[in-house]
């Protein structure tokens, strides 16, 4: 592929654009992530050495013997190493409300366990009915419990796991649905996309339009009926409905402008959604990426619950006062984890990098193909240059958007810790901050994405990806602001949508059983359930927008239709020539009115008068030119 001096290529030959003179990006951040899973597995080992994972399944009591295990003796403390294989469970009695007045103890069973006091030896006379949770005795006559039972808890969750157990076959009828009516949405955004906008944004009219009427007649029927002799309140709640009205006026407007502002690059929100339609059609199996990626980070997951475990469960073994043992992290498992946090943050951003990069990289070899039937397994290419290529561009990427996601856990953290209710302004500065650190948070992640489809387009590192990706957006950021609106908006329907109808046939299906106790709850896990699956459908959808509009404009910018064709489709070609006769439209007229304007200079150049009449209208039509020009 031939590359110019400009940051984005100009010339593109067909699908070579993702095979010829690729190298690696970012390689440093490949080292970097290699040394940071070493010293990851360093912490963890460290920790599995002075941990058991079994202190936390199943607790220790107070001489440090875990419950259910054969324990080692320690020199220590002559109590430790009884054999406690026959005593599974935990009870933790004590009389106080610090931690050092609390006794554990290893018991064998749960039924009737003689109370604890200050020491082993007092009230053994006290008999505590409990029953084991999480291997843990729990006493029956606990808060908790009481509230569950006086409530009625109890028996809705018995009552629940019955319903969801009689509905099965429904549910799992209900699950296919989803799937059915997340793949119509997807056929009707690619065979009537302007009928589906266009119907979105006269919803959008109405709504606005309707609810403001409502509330002008609103202010005006509690104005006509406000006596003279009103209370404040009533008062008060009249102005806050002329508020409301004049907010929503306001909102209104707004939303008339941008429509009409907006009218011409709204056609090309239609046709970019027809062209990830003939995509996605194109490359079926792009839509089982979602699937890939959660499972993927499901995995992920799991290590990090299995990893945390074991950090928690490490300690140093430490004998209180009380004659009492317990297990104290060092600085080293404090360290391992938040490291263990940041590794589980890092990780799953590094995931998503990867699904946006291979789903960039096989659209934008789709687009960048004049012969689309020359296609050969455009999705295994794309993930061969992500595994060879640009393993480190996504490394970097994730990075940055795991240490500001780092950051906001530990605000979070900092204000639950020091936050005090009673003083406004901490909370008021915590509240600031923890905003801007989502909004620079999520402009990242926006900009992250963009910078990627530019390095599985032409093979970049991410910082100049990134800096291609904010220019191009930056030039044309009024389609942007068309994409993201409308786009984004007709997206969030179409998953109210799925959700809706799946809801709708659930509701006829689930309905008809007989017996069951409460029929919404199956309904809303389904609604859930049918979320999840438009959404993982959706993003495909989404990223597919974005990747061809970067195409689009990278089109636009490298070729001029004539001399060097475009690579676009005929119904995106047709909407730049479009734009293009718009354009010298009004260039004409421009020029007409710069020639009609210089025959008026030449006019009172010829006819001016002596005096200072004429040596005032010189410098007017000079002024006027200079204007134009």
Same mark, same amino acid.
């Given at each position: 592929?031939?590359?110019?001096?400009?940051?984005?290529?100009?010339?593109?030959?067909?699908?070579?654009?993702?095979?010829?003179?690729?190298?690696?990006?970012?390689?440093?951040?490949?080292?970097?992530?290699?040394?940071?899973?070493?010293?990851?597995?360093?912490?963890?080992?460290?920790?599995?050495?002075?941990?058991?994972?079994?202190?936390?399944?199943?607790?220790?009591?107070?001489?440090?013997?875990?419950?259910?295990?054969?324990?080692?003796?320690?020199?220590?403390?002559?109590?430790?190493?009884?054999?406690?294989?026959?005593?599974?469970?935990?009870?933790?009695?004590?009389?106080?409300?610090?931690?050092?007045?609390?006794?554990?103890?290893?018991?064998?069973?749960?039924?009737?366990?003689?109370?604890?006091?200050?020491?082993?030896?007092?009230?053994?006379?006290?008999?505590?009915?409990?029953?084991?949770?999480?291997?843990?005795?729990?006493?029956?006559?606990?808060?908790?419990?009481?509230?569950?039972?006086?409530?009625?808890?109890?028996?809705?969750?018995?009552?629940?796991?019955?319903?969801?157990?009689?509905?099965?076959?429904?549910?799992?009828?209900?699950?296919?649905?989803?799937?059915?009516?997340?793949?119509?949405?997807?056929?009707?955004?690619?065979?009537?996309?302007?009928?589906?906008?266009?119907?979105?944004?006269?919803?959008?009219?109405?709504?606005?339009?309707?609810?403001?009427?409502?509330?002008?007649?609103?202010?005006?029927?509690?104005?006509?009926?406000?006596?003279?002799?009103? /209370?404040?309140?009533?008062? +008060? !709640?009249?102005? &806050?409905? #002329?508020?409301?009205? =004049?907010?929503?006026?306001?909102?209104? $407007? *707004?939303?008339?402008?941008?429509?009409?502002?907006?009218?011409?690059?709204?056609?090309?929100?239609?046709?970019?959604?027809?062209?990830?339609?003939?995509?996605?059609?194109?490359?079926?199996?792009?839509?089982?990426?979602?699937?890939?990626?959660?499972?993927?980070?499901?995995?992920?997951?799991?290590?990090?619950?299995?990893?945390?475990?074991?950090?928690?469960?490490?300690?140093?073994?430490?004998?209180?006062?009380?004659?009492?043992?317990?297990?104290?992290?060092?600085?080293?498992?404090?360290?391992?984890?938040?490291?263990?946090?940041?590794?589980?943050?890092?990780?799953?951003?590094?995931?998503?990098?990867?699904?946006?990069?291979?789903?960039?990289?096989?659209? /934008?070899?789709?687009?960048? +193909? !004049?012969?689309? &039937?020359? #296609?050969?397994?455009? =999705?295994?290419?794309?993930?061969?240059? $992500? *595994?060879?290529?640009?393993?480190?561009?996504?490394?970097?990427?994730?990075?940055?958007?795991?240490?500001?996601?780092?950051?906001?856990?530990?605000?979070?953290?900092?204000?639950?810790?020091?936050?005090?209710?009673?003083?406004?302004?901490?909370?008021?500065?915590?509240?600031?901050?923890?905003?801007?650190?989502?909004?620079?948070?999520?402009?990242?992640?926006?900009?992250?994405?963009?910078?990627?489809?530019?390095?599985?387009?032409?093979?970049?590192?991410?910082?100049?990806?990134?800096?291609?990706?904010?220019?191009?957006?930056?030039?044309?950021?009024?389609?942007?602001?068309?994409?993201?609106?409308?786009?984004?908006?007709?997206?969030?329907?179409?998953?109210?949508?799925?959700?809706?109808? +799946?809801?709708?046939?659930?509701?006829?299906?689930?309905?008809?059983?007989?017996?069951?106790?409460?029929?919404?709850?199956?309904?809303?896990?389904?609604?859930?359930?049918?979320?999840?699956?438009?959404?993982?459908?959706?993003?495909?959808?989404?990223?597919?927008?974005?990747?061809?509009?970067?195409?689009?404009?990278?089109?636009?910018?490298?070729?001029?239709?004539?001399?060097?064709?475009?690579?676009?489709?005929?119904?995106?070609?047709?909407?730049?020539?479009?734009?293009?006769?718009?354009?010298?439209?009004?260039?004409?007229?421009?020029?007409?009115?710069?020639?009609?304007?210089?025959?008026?200079?030449?006019?009172?150049?010829?006819?001016?008068?002596?005096?200072?009449?004429?040596?005032?209208?010189?410098?007017?039509?000079?002024?006027?030119?200079?204007?134009?020009?």
């Amino acid at each position: 592929m031939e590359r110019s001096k400009s940051p984005s290529p100009s010339i593109h030959e067909s699908i070579n654009v993702f095979r010829s003179e690729r190298q690696c990006t970012d390689i440093l951040f490949i080292a970097i992530k290699a040394a940071f899973i070493l010293i990851l597995l360093v912490l963890i080992i460290y920790c599995m050495a002075f941990g058991d994972i079994y202190r936390i399944i199943n607790g220790y009591d107070d001489c440090a013997n875990v419950c259910g295990r054969d324990n080692k003796p320690d020199q220590n403390l002559p109590c430790k190493g009884a054999d406690r294989t026959q005593e599974q469970f935990l009870l933790v009695e004590g009389s106080g409300v610090t931690e050092s007045d609390l006794h554990r103890m290893c018991v064998a069973s749960c039924d009737e366990v003689e109370g604890l006091g200050y020491t082993l030896s007092e009230h053994r006379s006290l008999l505590i009915h409990s029953k084991p949770f999480l291997n843990r005795c729990i006493r029956k006559n606990n808060p908790t419990e009481e509230v569950v039972t006086r409530t009625g808890l109890k028996n809705f969750f018995q009552e629940v796991s019955e319903d969801l157990e009689a509905c099965q076959r429904e549910m799992l009828w209900l699950a296919v649905t989803s799937f059915v009516f997340s793949l119509l949405t997807l056929l009707l955004l690619r065979i009537i996309p302007g009928l589906i906008v266009w119907l979105v944004l006269l919803a959008v009219v109405l709504a606005c339009t309707a609810g403001t009427i409502w509330l002008w007649f609103r202010w005006q029927y509690e104005s006509e009926h406000l006596s003279e002799t009103a /209370a404040e309140a009533a008062r +008060t !709640r009249m102005n &806050s409905w #002329l508020y409301y009205a =004049i907010a929503a006026t306001v909102v209104t $407007l *707004l939303v008339y402008l941008v429509i009409l502002v907006m009218r011409k690059r709204i056609k090309l929100v239609v046709q970019l959604f027809k062209e990830a339609g003939k995509a996605i059609a194109s490359m079926p199996f792009l839509l089982a990426e979602p699937i890939l990626t959660f499972t993927t980070i499901a995995v992920v997951i799991v290590l990090f619950v299995y990893f945390t475990v074991w950090i928690e469960s490490a300690g140093m073994l430490v004998v209180e006062s009380n004659n009492s043992a317990k297990y104290v992290k060092d600085s080293t498992m404090l360290f391992t984890r938040w490291y263990n946090l940041f590794a589980f943050l890092w990780f799953c951003q590094f995931i998503i990098g990867c699904q946006h990069m291979v789903i960039a990289g096989a659209v /934008a070899g789709w687009f960048f +193909t !004049r012969n689309k &039937s020359q #296609l050969s397994n455009p =999705i295994g290419h794309s993930y061969c240059n $992500l *595994l060879r290529y640009h393993l480190g561009t996504v490394a970097l990427g994730s990075f940055v958007i795991a240490v500001v996601q780092f950051l906001r856990t530990l605000l979070k953290l900092l204000m639950h810790t020091v936050r005090n209710p009673q003083n406004r302004v901490t909370s008021f500065l915590f509240d600031c901050c923890q905003c801007c650190l989502q909004c620079f948070e999520r402009f990242l992640q926006y900009l992250t994405r963009n910078a990627y489809i530019l390095t599985a387009m032409h093979g970049d590192p991410f910082c100049l990806a990134g800096k291609n990706a904010f220019r191009l957006l930056t030039n044309n950021a009024l389609r942007v602001f068309a994409i993201n609106s409308v786009g984004d908006f007709v997206l969030v329907l179409a998953k109210v949508f799925v959700v809706v109808a +799946t809801g709708l046939i659930g509701m006829e299906l689930i309905q008809k059983k007989v017996g069951l106790h409460h029929p919404y709850v199956p309904l809303i896990l389904v609604g859930i359930f049918a979320y999840l699956v438009a959404h993982c459908f959706m993003t495909v959808y989404e990223m597919t927008v974005d990747t061809i509009f970067l195409c689009f404009c990278e089109d636009c910018e490298s070729n001029d239709g004539i001399s060097r064709p475009y690579y676009m489709s005929r119904g995106l070609m047709e909407f730049v020539q479009n734009s293009k006769k718009a354009l010298a439209v009004s260039e004409k007229s421009s020029s007409r009115t710069k020639q009609s304007i210089q025959d008026g200079k030449a006019w009172m150049a010829a006819t001016k008068p002596t005096g200072s009449s004429g040596d005032t209208a010189q410098p007017r039509a000079t002024a006027i030119s200079e204007t134009v020009d």
